[in-house]
């Protein structure tokens, strides 16, 4: 379990909703887990009404199932939620490297190889947090560059169910064909190659089809039945 530090100015009902979910993501909260208030309230440091909320606000995003008078569980990974993720996050993503290619400024640029070179540090010694961490930060510099950061956190809720699932990936499959799409991606960016950069995209989020089954055959006991 991952002990994240309540952010300045950060109401109880945010870090409890941040802690939890950052900790169901990276699978420290197995699917099929019962969270018990008494202890994260514990844990947290918070009372049991911001964290009841915060189980509320992930039960409504499907990510948390509440059973009557047994209590909190952690969701089994549901495909047919992932696919809705990544409708929406295909639909948003293409469109916005699409306007990256054409606004990115130098620094915009820069930002985004630093990143990159970071990635590939962490390739060559392979640490599966810091790879997930910067590719997150990878894609939400795009959409930066692409004056849409506000678009990106609004997507945010949806794409937990595909964030799963990209944690089992690092972990299960260890593709390198990740770095190397993102360095395909920026160059594209780089080039002004609205074409390249919707095609690298599309291919880069297609991966999930390719690794699905490996990932199922792995941890069976993760997946929605």
Known sequence: MINYEKLPGESARDYAYRWLTQNIVKLEFKPGTMLSENELSRQLGVSRTPLREAMIDLNHAQIVETIPQRGNYVSYIDPDLIEEARFIRRSLDLSVVELACQIATPEDIINLEANLKLQEFYLDHFVADKMMELDDTFH???YV???KERTYKMKANMMIHFDRVRVLALVTVKDSKIVSDHRQILEAIRN????????VTSKHLDRYDMDKEQMIKAYPEYFKA
């Open 192 to 199: 002004r190659d609205v074409e390249q950069a919707r095609a």
């Open 140 to 142: 939400r510099l795009i």
């Open 145 to 147: 560059s692409a004056k």
